[in-house]
T-cell receptor, first 113, second 114 residues
Framework: AQSVTQPDIHITVSEGASLELRCNYS??????LFWYVQSPGQGLQLLLK??????LVQGIKGFEAEFKRSQSSFNLRKPSVHWSDAAEYFC???????????FGKGTKLSVKP | NAGVTQTPKFQVLKTGQSMTLQCAQD?????MSWYRQDPGMGLRLIHY???????DQGEVPNGYNVSRSTTEDFPLRLLSAAPSQTSVYFC?????????????FGQGTRLTVV
């Protein structure tokens, strides 16, 4: 069965520090992968997506993610975190049927001044 | 373009009461869905629709009904609310069923059942 694992429930980084959020997926074919961000009390906003081609994808707000097929990973990175990046981040794989999106359980990011 | 609009944003129900969560999109998307978000669980699919007149169950459908009479609207009905349905509910739409389409989410409805 398809699944998505985000091993870190909560991460705290200092403002200006680099960030990497981990995501591993289990999927039989080439996956369609997404990262979404949820700010407190808000809906989910798309950060970036991978469908095919270049394995390093750029997103909004300075985020990027790298698709590594050999490791079944799609880690999200940002070189310098801003206080406004504090939010919950979800890694998602398209389930391949019924348009279902399979969510990781999320990583909550806190940013220290 | 308003995107995906959900109402209400907050609701408190008593056990056994019924209510309808509204969802509307103005992007002419074929696919619409409802998720619930519980702490530490990510989002789980309740029901979905691939077009007007077509609905199907997701991962956690019990206690919920849906219908899709128009492309734009996809309401979620709780027939007899239970405390286990306390959650945050999100409506989402996608252009179609193809995997390379992003989902657009509403702002969420925070429901408390007492």
């Amino acid at each position: 069965a398809q699944s998505v694992t985000q091993p870190d429930i909560h991460i705290t980084v200092s403002e200006g520090a680099s960030l990497e959020l981990r995501c591993n997926y289990s999927y039989g074919a080439t996956p369609y992968l997404f990262w979404y961000v949820q700010s407190p009390g808000q809906g989910l906003q798309l950060l970036l997506k991978y469908f095919s081609g270049d394995t390093l994808v750029q997103g909004i707000k300075g985020f990027e993610a790298e698709f590594k097929r050999s490791q079944s990973s799609f880690n999200l990175r940002k070189p310098s975190v801003h206080w406004s990046d504090a939010a919950e981040y979800f890694c998602i794989v398209d389930g391949g049927s019924q348009g279902n999106l399979i969510f990781g359980k999320g990583t909550k990011l806190s940013v220290k001044p | 373009n308003a995107g995906v609009t959900q109402t209400p944003k907050f609701q408190v129900l008593k056990t056994g009461q019924s209510m309808t969560l509204q969802c509307a999109q103005d992007m002419n998307h074929e696919y619409m869905s409802w998720y619930r978000q519980d702490p530490g669980m990510g989002l789980r699919l309740i029901h979905y629709s691939v077009g007007a007149g077509i609905t199907d169950q997701g991962e956690v459908p019990n206690g919920y009904n849906v219908s899709r009479s128009t492309t734009e609207d996809f309401p979620l009905r709780l027939l007899s609310a239970a405390p286990s349905q306390t959650s945050v509910y999100f409506c989402a739409s996608r252009l179609n069923l193809q995997g390379d389409t992003e989902a657009f989410f509403g702002q969420g409805t925070r429901l408390t059942v007492v």
